[in-house]
């Protein structure tokens, strides 16, 4: 059998693993007979010369299988997720979920917290009082029985190879390569049971992929493992230069989705839920084509359909259904303060980055795992790209609790901002769909 020190050796010299080396090397790890620094040592080697499809699809199944695999199959139906790279305001998974469930489709939603300047879907639906994001293998089937979706946390026995993988990229400067982040979504994803996922790769400053040519490579990556392990697969690669929406913020992004599915639609949060929700309702078969697909899901939003899910998904879940007919149910800040632009002219950037950074600064995010978070603070942006202004016009409000976080989150903010005398090249909302 092949040893640790010849699998590095391998890769480092330039050479491809085999399905087998890969296998006993992360079984290895993972009943620790291989030591964290010969796994890191590993790690540095693959970021620096690459794998071959052959060893991705190798790495995902043997990450994947390092934990339970849910078996879903007492449930009927195409069982379809979405996930995100991660990024500002991106709250699409609370729409897109009770979407696609109302027009028939499984989703069985796995889902994680913030970190850095991301925001987590788990954080924002615990800003409902009682969401309960861990049920129990039973009524995670009883959930998808009756309400057709759950959107939960990662369990410790899903993929924990790269629970353990992804602390050593964390702390080795390997976090950023295309196979070992192909590997680390995909292996949790499929280990969800899937038939099919849709996968939303943001792109722009507040993207874990910045430029299009790096989340192109990633999401052909993305495809191509899908496509060898036989799951259908779309990617949708979504911009992140401004944050999506108006609200940053746990509390505020949760209000901003329950208004969305209850009739108000802010344009680019819209396009791109429908867009998502509508290659699922695809993937899932439930329509001929996706501008059907794309007419059903416009359609459970305006007749209260996918509304009626969330409430169900919430009560469901231990959550008070009532903050969907009444928002003040929801934590609130106990201040606002407003930004306004000192000069006239167009709005002509809203720096994601910048406005995730400042968001947590004011408490809504965290630097550390262990951090806790404030689920009322965040930004409201009353103005985005393409906007004009007058000198004294408020930008965004702030949603702020403590006095020295707001004095932190005011440089971040207003460096997000630039108006300028013409308006600026309005960038795509999604530039480009990749089908596996
Ligand atoms: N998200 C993941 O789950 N893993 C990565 O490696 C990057 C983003």
């Known amino acids: 059998m092949i040893t640790a020190r010849e699998v590095i050796q391998k890769k480092r010299d330039r050479e491809a693993l085999t399905q087998q080396e890969i296998a006993s090397f992360i079984r290895g790890y993972t009943s620790s007979q291989i030591a964290d620094y010969q796994v890191a040592a590993w790690l540095m080697a693959v970021y620096l010369n690459g794998m071959t499809l052959d060893e991705t699809r190798s790495l995902t199944r043997e990450m994947r299988d390092s934990g339970t695999v849910l078996n879903l199959s007492s449930i009927g ?11 500002v305001g991106d709250k699409t998974s609370m729409m897109v979920a009770p979407i696609a469930a109302a027009c028939g489709v499984t989703v069985p939603m796995i889902t994680g917290r913030a970190l850095g300047h991301t925001g987590g879907t788990l954080d924002k639906l615990e800003s409902i009082p009682g969401f309960n994001a861990r049920p129990s293998p039973e009524r995670i089937l009883e959930i998808l029985k009756s309400a057709g979706a759950v959107i939960m946390g990662q369990t410790d026995d899903l993929a924990p190879a790269d629970r353990r993988i992804y602390a050593l990229r964390d702390v080795t400067a390997t976090v950023e390569s295309i196979p070992l982040i192909t590997a680390s979504i ?12 849709v996968m939303d790769v943001k792109t722009g400053s507040g993207a874990f992929m910045p430029t299009l040519k790096l989340a192109t490579a990633l999401s052909r990556s ?38 969305f599915l209850n009739g108000r639609t802010p344009e680019d949060l819209e396009t791109v839920t429908i867009a998502l929700a509508a290659h699922m309702i695809r993937l899932g078969g439930l329509a001929r084509s996706i501008d059907h697909a794309s007419k059903l899901a416009c359609e459970a939003v305006s007749t209260g359909e996918a509304a009626k899910r969330f409430r169900q998904i ?3 879940q231990g959550g008070d259904e009532r903050v969907m007919d009444n928002l003040d149910l929801l934590p609130r800040a106990a201040n606002t303060q407003a930004f306004r632009t000192a000069t006239t002219g167009f709005v002509v950037r809203c720096d994601a980055k910048s406005l995730g950074l400042a968001s947590n600064a004011l408490g809504a995010g965290r630097n550390r795992v262990e951090d806790s978070i404030d689920p009322a603070v965040g930004i409201y942006l009353e103005k985005k790209p393409g906007d004009r202004v007058l000198k004294g016009d408020v930008l965004c409000q702030i ?29 795509p909302l999604i530039h480009a769909i990749l089908k596996g």
């Open 186 to 197: 995909l292996s949790k994803k499929l280990a969800e049971g899937l038939d099919g996922l």
């Open 77 to 87: 139906g195409q069982k379809i997720d979405k996930h995100s790279t991660g990024g």
């Open 314 to 316: 919430i009560a469901a």
């Open 222 to 259: 993305i495809v191509d493992v899908c496509r060898a392990m036989k799951t259908k697969i779309v990617v949708l690669i979504t911009d992140m230069e401004q944050p999506l929406g108006r609200a940053i913020g746990n509390a505020l992004e949760i209000r901003e989705c329950i208004e």
């Open 399 to 427: 949603h702020w609790n403590d006095k020295n976080r707001l004095t932190r989150a005011l440089p971040l903010i207003e460096q997000a901002f630039e108006v300028k005398a013409r308006p600026a090249r309005r960038r």
